[in-house]
């Protein structure tokens, strides 16, 4: 009896699961469980996935609801891994907890390169797993390197086309197989949702319109400061009424301070216009189905490119250009995200909206090869992890490096990877880079070796 344990910390990663078992992406399983994870920081103060508004839209689809946390406690979630000896204890533990017998577990887990994700694939060490996308960063490359007993036993990477025509990075170093979620699978979840909903009838009856501004709390990260942030909210206001929309939504961040609110509402009556904020735990894509927005702003959301790609929705973003100066170190997993974003996206500070970019466009950005430009990024944030990505980016720079590319690489990171761009090494460095490449130090060792006979 085969059973199936997918995991979600997000109703968003929720929706997700339910698309991919719609669509058929996986296969039988005698049982699929959902296990739901609280990554909070204090988890005791958040709603847990499978008491939030909506979930029970999905439910139907597992056979089970499994709390991680309560199997762990008193541990938390994103700081607790097993210690490698006590691994079968694990294992033995949680398939009496959830009875589980010696069934065959298969394993399905969002952002496989950290707690809680890693922590539960490390406690069925035969599980086969795959892995589904969080959003954009699966076009990014794999933060942290993975130990090969995780990392060979991953199957496929299940993701939302997103950026139609782009290959995730994720995992590749694997040879993990990309597969694409269906898009009309995922509209068809977020339908359920919204009709799910008590007061979506009377709300849909309300006129569309307006600008919906998605907030993103970037200063927990502390890639903003708390007064940036704030301003970079307000610089979404007033790009939005110079747009003409004198209607304004705001869906801030969960965590979000709530004196944010009254700024920007604030700042919206002093311009003529009237925001309204949405304090209620929402998905962006059901907010999309509900509110009919004219416009879409933000800064690097996922929520640009549904909005973009699956609704068809004109989109804007802003403070692309201070994130990517902002972000450190280099290799943050949040770059890929902010450059597409960047490449993509009209830019609301430039006075522009729209559909995003064609990425293929020979006029577009970086001369329509954004594949290349992945590639090159990918490579720059992580050289150990993806070293077979060099060729690709010494090809793309040495091609398309101009100042508009340029600001999606460091100057200072191009030197010390030797690619075009950086400046010129003194010889004495280049024989010490060069005396450090495994090639290069198997041909010397060889090259020895037949002197001595």
Same mark, same amino acid.
């Given at each position: 009896?085969?059973?199936?344990?997918?995991?979600?910390?997000?109703?968003?990663?929720?929706?997700?699961?339910?698309?991919?078992?719609?669509?058929?992406?996986?296969?039988?399983?005698?049982?699929?469980?959902?296990?739901?994870?609280?990554?909070?920081?204090?988890?005791?103060?958040?709603?847990?996935?499978?008491?939030?508004?909506?979930?029970?839209?999905?439910?139907?689809?597992?056979?089970?609801?499994?709390?991680?946390?309560?199997?762990?406690?008193?541990?938390?979630?994103?700081?607790?891994?097993?210690?490698?000896?006590?691994?079968?204890?694990?294992?033995?533990?949680?398939?009496?907890?959830?009875?589980?017998?010696?069934?065959?577990?298969?394993?399905?887990?969002?952002?496989?390169?950290?707690?809680?994700?890693?922590?539960?694939?490390?406690?069925?060490?035969?599980?086969?797993?795959?892995?589904?996308?969080?959003?954009?960063?699966?076009?990014?490359?794999?933060?942290?390197?993975?130990?090969?007993?995780?990392?060979?036993?991953?199957?496929?990477?299940?993701?939302?086309?997103?950026?139609?025509?782009?290959?995730?990075?994720?995992?590749?170093?694997?040879?993990?197989?990309?597969?694409?979620?269906?898009?009309?699978?995922?509209?068809?979840?977020?339908?359920?949702?919204?009709?799910?909903?008590?007061?979506?009838?009377?709300?849909?009856?309300?006129?569309?319109?307006?600008?919906?501004?998605?907030?993103?709390?970037?200063?927990?990260?502390?890639?903003?400061?708390?007064?940036?942030?704030?301003?970079?909210?307000?610089?979404?206001?007033?790009?939005?009424?110079?747009?003409?929309?004198?209607?304004?939504?705001?869906?801030?961040?969960?965590?979000?301070?709530?004196?944010?609110?009254?700024?920007?509402?604030?700042?919206?009556?002093?311009?003529?216009?009237?925001?309204?904020?949405?304090?209620?735990?929402?998905?962006?894509?059901?907010?999309?189905?509900?509110?009919?927005?004219?416009?879409?702003?933000?800064?690097?959301?996922? =929520? &640009?490119?549904? *909005?973009?790609? %699956?609704?068809?929705? /004109?989109?804007? #973003?802003?403070?692309?250009?201070?994130?990517? @100066? +902002?972000?450190?170190?280099?290799?943050?997993?949040?770059?890929?995200?902010?450059?597409?974003?960047?490449?993509?996206?009209?830019?609301?500070?430039?006075?522009?909206?729209?559909?995003?970019?064609?990425?293929?466009?020979?006029?577009?950005?970086?001369?329509?090869?954004?594949? =290349? &430009?992945?590639? *090159?990024?990918? %490579?720059?944030?992580? /050289?150990?992890? #993806?070293?077979?990505?060099?060729?690709?980016? @010494? +090809?793309?720079?040495?091609?398309?490096?101009?100042?508009?590319?340029?600001?999606?690489?460091?100057?200072?990171?191009?030197?010390?990877?030797?690619?075009?761009?950086?400046?010129?090494?003194?010889?004495?460095?280049?024989?010490?880079?060069?005396?450090?490449?495994?090639?290069?130090?198997?041909?010397?060792?060889?090259?020895?070796?037949?002197?001595?006979?």
């Amino acid at each position: 009896m085969t059973t199936r344990i997918l995991c979600a910390s997000t109703l968003y990663g929720a929706v997700t699961l339910a698309a991919a078992l719609d669509s058929g992406c996986f296969g039988p399983a005698d049982r699929t469980l959902l296990l739901v994870t609280n990554n909070a920081a204090v988890p005791e103060t958040a709603t847990p996935l499978d008491r939030m508004p909506g979930f029970e839209a999905l439910r139907d689809r597992f056979d089970g609801v499994l709390s991680w946390n309560e199997a762990i406690a008193p541990f938390h979630p994103s700081g607790w891994s097993p210690r490698g000896d006590d691994i079968p204890l694990w294992e033995r533990y949680l398939r009496m907890l959830w009875e589980l017998a010696d069934d065959p577990v298969e394993l399905g887990v969002e952002s496989l390169q950290v707690s809680p994700a890693l922590s539960v694939t490390r406690c069925f060490p035969d599980a086969p797993i795959d892995v589904y996308a969080d959003g954009l960063m699966s076009y990014g490359p794999t933060r942290n390197k993975l130990d090969p007993l995780v990392g060979e036993r991953v199957r496929r990477l299940l993701h939302l086309d997103l950026v139609p025509g782009l290959r995730p990075l994720l995992l590749a170093e694997f040879g993990t197989v990309p597969e694409v979620i269906p898009t009309a699978a995922f509209t068809k979840v977020v339908a359920r949702l919204e009709e799910a909903r008590p007061e979506s009838r009377a709300e849909a009856a309300e006129p569309g319109g307006g600008a919906l501004i998605l907030g993103q709390y970037l200063s927990a990260l502390s890639i903003l400061t708390p007064e940036e942030e704030e301003e970079l909210h307000l610089s979404m206001v007033r790009g939005a009424v110079e747009q003409g929309h004198t209607r304004l939504l705001f869906k801030p961040h969960p965590l979000a301070p709530a004196a944010w609110n009254e700024t920007l509402e604030q700042e919206a009556a002093a311009l003529g216009a009237e925001l309204t904020v949405i304090d209620r735990p929402e998905l962006a894509e059901v907010l999309l189905l509900r509110l009919r927005p004219a416009l879409v702003v933000a800064c690097f959301s996922t =929520g &640009l490119f549904t *909005a973009a790609h %699956f609704y068809r929705v /004109p989109v804007a #973003r802003i403070g692309t250009g201070l994130l990517l @100066e +902002r972000l450190t170190p280099y290799e943050n997993s949040n770059r890929i995200p902010v450059t597409l974003a960047d490449v993509l996206l009209p830019d609301l500070a430039a006075g522009r909206s729209g559909p995003p970019f064609a990425a293929a466009d020979p006029l577009g950005p970086a001369g329509g090869n954004l594949p =290349g &430009l992945v590639a *090159a990024v990918g %490579f720059a944030m992580q /050289p150990k992890i #993806r070293p077979d990505l060099r060729t690709a980016a @010494e +090809r793309f720079l040495g091609a398309h490096l101009d100042e508009t590319v340029r600001r999606y690489f460091k100057r200072r990171r191009l030197t010390a990877l030797g690619l075009p761009g950086g400046l010129p090494m003194p010889r004495r460095a280049v024989v010490r880079r060069l005396s450090r490449q495994p090639a290069v130090r198997r041909v010397a060792r060889r090259v020895r070796k037949a002197a001595g006979k």
